[in-house]
């Protein structure tokens, strides 16, 4: 493409900072080509009518600019920034390497496939050229596994990374293998043979590995983030070393078992059934929580989960299983009653105005389906209801054991419980506004304890690294409800950050309290990017109350039923 280039003599200027002058320049290249004339007479003067751009031809610019900006940064960042101390200043980040790489496949991937099917341009064949070369650049880091061994090592990254962007990942099944082989591979070449030497330098080795909990020869305690050794940057070269025991203690390393659900999962709600622990989530991971699908997970213990091998619910019109719903797959709820199961779930509602979310139910046999969803909405969140929440979205479901009544709860700034009938997928008359919570954004859940009816909601934005959990009690499930506070929120220490939608366990026969909940995927999560984890409730025995629940990054220890 050529740019008036006599106006601005320069050449090449689809690079970055060419492409930054073009644009700032606009309007007086713009002028100029609408005063130009052509010297009468005068063959030397190239005619640049033929060089003039076009509407077309800028927004083919904007274009350029829109996508690359975000590579200029990252560029910026692996160049490294002298103001910045210690590994992430002059000399660049080194474990930032394959997360730029991954950055780029995606955007790649992303914008090869909007433009697959578009008219030829030059925007189009500088990402089918840049798609096509990406895989020789990938290969250029399997000329070290120092790249993939410093995400490994990583106390905020390690395996866990790999895991979310690669091991299930169609485009790249070989490359969590290859990963895995590599940096094993490392292991073995700078750990196992340096084992002598570092002993006779240290001294203290043998005595110190029992401490803190880490047999350097058990590979496997490589990939789970045990302090027993760290990454030093040098300006040539990175250098994989012992730890001591008084290094392993500054740097209060620990294992992360958290979160409990590998990948992008929010809004859970947890339940029993029989011997078997399931979670219902939101699929996470979409913009603007453009979801459409629900899987269901399920353990014996609390801590090693499996998913279900497809969705057991899909909301895409008449091309899914929700008739009603197109997309917005939100904060499913789980109940049982009477050898029958339901689920009920937030759902894009497009007969609604102004796109107001509805919530279905569908009902099932076995908690793992089949599923049968209703055909309409049992809750559409319109103006002709009785009480008007600001989205009908997070339904709970609870069941009275006091009166064996079944209520339903939801809503978004304006909290709504109501009674279900007998068949569980309908309401009976006489909602309920709830009173006495304080800043009520969304996600109520309610349990029951000698006597005392508990809810839970979420306060704040679940995009803000505020999100948090309230907590208030009564005396009945109607309310009115006494708010007694804040019982679960962030711990910057930790990274852990707008902690929130929440769902709480009983332990049968024990009063053994468990709190299943979302916060922003550690370490670069926001509210499209969210993590499932779980933390124990503490009960103040003096008052009965539910306690300050502790964040962890541990999780919790396996509890079978």
């Known amino acids: 493409m050529r740019i008036c280039l006599s106006l601005t003599s320069v050449e090449h200027l689809l690079t970055w900072d060419r492409l930054i002058l073009a644009l700032e320049l606009r309007s007086a290249i713009e ?187 058990d590979y496997s305690s490589f990939g789970k983030r045990y302090p027993i050794m760290r990454l030093l940057s040098f300006p040539s070269h990175l250098l994989v070393a012992f730890l001591t025991l008084k290094e392993a203690s500054s740097l209060a390393l620990t294992k992360r078992d958290s979160p409990v659900l590998p990948g992008l999962w929010a809004d859970p709600n947890i339940a029993i059934v029989n011997k078997t622990y399931y979670i219902f989530p939101t699929t996470d991971g979409f913009e603007g929580w453009g979801g459409n699908v629900f899987y269901w997970w399920k353990s014996s213990d609390l801590v090693s989960w499996t998913k279900s091998e497809k969705p057991f619910l899909t909301l895409d019109g008449a091309n899914g299983n929700v008739p009603w719903a197109t997309g917005n797959a939100w904060a499913p709820a789980f109940a049982a009653r009477g050898g029958k199961y339901y689920f009920y779930h937030s759902g894009n509602n497009p007969s609604v105005k102004d796109g107001h979310k509805s919530i279905g139910a569908a009902v099932a046999d076995h908690p793992e389906g089949p599923w049968k969803a209703q055909d309409k909405p049992m809750i559409k969140g319109t103006s002709d209801e009785e009480i008007v929440s600001n989205q009908a979205i997070d339904p709970a479901a609870f069941k009275d054991p006091e009166t064996g009544k079944w209520y339903i709860y939801w809503g978004n700034g304006v909290p709504i419980v109501a009674e279900l009938n007998d068949d569980m997928v309908s309401l009976k008359a006489g909602w309920h506004k709830i009173s006495g919570l304080e800043n009520f954004r969304e996600g109520l859940f309610v349990n029951y304890r000698d006597g005392t009816y508990h809810l839970t909601y979420s306060i704040d934005d679940t995009g803000s690294e505020n999100y948090r959990v309230g907590y208030a009690t009564a005396d009945n499930p109607i309310g009115p409800w006494t708010y007694r506070g804040v019982i679960l929120e962030k711990d910057e220490s930790k990274g852990i950050l707008a902690t929130g939608h929440n769902s709480i366990i009983n332990i049968p026969g024990t009063d053994e309290w468990y709190i299943a909940y979302h916060r922003f995927h550690i370490p670069d999560g926001n509210g499209y990017n969210r993590e499932t984890t779980i933390d124990k409730v503490p009960i103040d025995k003096d008052t009965g109350l539910f306690g300050k629940v502790t964040p962890t990054l541990q999780s919790v220890d396996p509890r079978p039923l």
């Open 31 to 217: 002028l100029y080509q609408s005063r130009w004339q052509k010297p009468k007479n005068d063959p030397v003067h190239r005619d640049l009518t033929k060089d003039f751009l076009s509407a077309v031809d800028w927004a083919e610019l904007e274009r350029f600019h829109d996508f690359l900006k975000p590579f200029y940064i990252l560029t910026k960042t692996m160049e490294g920034n002298a103001s910045k101390p210690g590994a992430e200043g002059g000399h660049g980040a080194v474990w930032e390497t394959l997360k730029t790489m991954d950055y780029l496949f995606v955007k790649f991937k992303q914008a090869a496939e909007e433009t697959q099917f578009e008219e030829p341009s030059h925007f189009k064949s500088g990402i089918d050229c840049g798609w096509a070369k990406l895989e020789d650049y990938y290969i250029k880091t399997d000329r070290t596994p120092i790249y993939r061994a410093a995400l490994a090592l990583h106390p905020s990254y390690g395996y866990d990374y790999f895991e979310r962007h690669w091991k299930n990942a169609m485009d790249r099944p070989q490359w969590y293998s290859d990963m895995q082989s590599a940096v094993g591979s490392l292991f073995d070449e700078y750990v196992r043979q340096a084992e002598v030497e570092t002993q006779a330098q240290a001294g203290l080795l043998e005595d110190e590995a029992d401490e803190i909990e880490a047999d350097v020869n």
